[in-house]
């Protein structure tokens, strides 16, 4: 259980990290801000009705954010693993609490 203990800590302290990496960094679409950090790139509509093409730079950017928000995704899905696996541990730690028998 303190493996688990640790295990989820560490997740919960690198997705914090990453969450404040991700809402620093800026691609230059006028479509970021703190609030939608967690949204890839391509989820957001254009304006434009007319394709032009982007610049490879920027096109760069967007896919490093873009990996880095999956990352997130995944390490918040490892959380909620870990944390399911800590609470069946808990509560299997509750149930087999031998020190509170009740004499007969």
Do not use: Q
């Not at 991700?22 to 609030?35: F, W």
């Not at 920027?58 to 800590?86: D, P």
């Amino acid at each position: 259980m303190i493996g688990i203990t640790f295990l989820l800590l560490s997740l919960s302290f690198i997705c914090i990290l990453l969450v404040s990496y991700i809402r620093k960094i800026r691609t230059g679409d006028t479509n970021e801000s703190d609030l939608t950090y967690w949204m890839f790139s391509y989820d957001f509509k254009s304006k434009n009705k007319e394709w032009t093409p982007e610049d490879k730079d920027f096109l760069k950017r967007k896919r490093e954010r873009n990996a880095l928000i999956f990352l997130l995704y995944i390490i918040v899905f490892l959380i909620f693993l870990t944390f399911s696996s800590f609470v069946a541990h808990l509560l299997d730690f509750i149930v087999d609490f031998r020190r509170f028998n009740y004499p007969i």
